[in-house]
Structures are given as structure tokens and as C-alpha cells.
């Protein structure tokens, strides 16, 4: 019989094998020093920019319209710095009345109202990065400092007040 402590080492030991058997086929393949990860298929990269890390890519694929919810689009955002790429899956509402992104960073949900043709600051670039790519895809990588016309528009006022909610979810 097992002692106790031996027990735990087992059962925990058996549960990190579970979840590496359950995580390991979502996971990329190993790549050598030196290589960036492979990008997606269907990748449509909204910015590169140079990192204290290396080259930071953002890009979005895969978007799929909600089919109960007129208007909602869930994407696949890319985010790669230097060798190492995560991705995540972001809520896009493209209402012109109250257009959002529903995004996970860092095991915070974050809920996003936008104003689409409004101030564009460094705070809100990469939401409506995401927004515009998501919404209008022919946009997809232009600055959304320039497309203030445009969105007027397609109907879009450019005076929504912007704001973020924290949502509450399991910590990590």
C-alpha cells in the first residue's frame, strides 16, 4: 500500500500526464533555436513591429460569424514575439451601435466598447486593429487612425463612449 505522500506524488504525477495528453496535440510542433513558429493558414497580419524580444506579429485568422447573434464574429488573434506565438480567441461585435472585442490577456477577460472613427490612442490601436480586420476585413492592416471617414460611412458615429470591463473568470 502507498503511503500518503507517495500517494499525492502518484496521483498528481498521473494528472500531469492526463493534461499533457490532452494538451500536447494542440500544441505546435518543436521548432529549433533560432526559427520562428509556423503562421497559420489564412493569417492576415495587422502589424509588425520590432520588440525588445525580436519581431512582434499580430494577426488574425479563422473568423466565424455566431449563429445566433447577428453581428458577432469570433476570430483567432495571433500574437508572436521573437520565437514564441500564442493564440487566443476574441469576440468581435460589429454593430454600429455598440461595437465591442471580447479578448483574454493574461487570464483576464477584458470587454472592450469601442468607438469605430473615433481617437485612436496606443491603448485602443490594437483593439481596433482587431475590430476593423474583423468587421470590414478589406481594412484589415491600415492604420484606424485614417479610416475616421470611412467609418461615418458605413454608419458608424465616432462619438460612442470607449470603456473596459474587467470580467470576473477563473484565475490563473
Known amino acids: 500500500m502507498l503511503t500518503t505522500p507517495r500517494r499525492q506524488l502518484l496521483l498528481s504525477r498521473l494528472a500531469l500526464a492526463g493534461w499533457l495528453a490532452l494538451a500536447l496535440p494542440l500544441l505546435p510542433p518543436a521548432r529549433g533555436q533560432g526559427q520562428s513558429p509556423d503562421r497559420p493558414a489564412g493569417l492576415i ?11 512582434r506579429v499580430l494577426g ?14 469570433r476570430v483567432q488573434l495571433w500574437v508572436q514575439t521573437g520565437n514564441d506565438a500564442t493564440v487566443r480567441t476574441d469576440t468581435v461585435r460589429c454593430s454600429t451601435t455598440a461595437p465591442m472585442r471580447l479578448t483574454n490577456e493574461r487570464g483576464r477577460w477584458l470587454l472592450r466598447d469601442l468607438n469605430p ?5 496606443p491603448g485602443n490601436r490594437v483593439d481596433h486593429l482587431v ?8 481594412q484589415a492592416g491600415r492604420d484606424p487612425a485614417t479610416l475616421q471617414a470611412l467609418a461615418r ?13 474587467i470580467l470576473p473568470g477563473r484565475s490563473r
Open 60 to 73: 488574425i485568422y479563422g473568423p466565424k460569424p455566431d449563429a445566433t447573434s447577428p453581428g458577432l464574429w
Open 131 to 138: 475590430w476593423w480586420a474583423t468587421c470590414h476585413p478589406e
Open 153 to 165: 460611412q458605413l454608419g458608424y458615429s465616432g462619438t460612442l463612449r470607449e470603456s473596459e470591463q
Open 117 to 121: 472613427g473615433g481617437p485612436i490612442t
Open 45 to 55: 497580419v495587422l502589424e509588425e513591429r520590432p520588440g525588445q524580444q525580436g519581431l
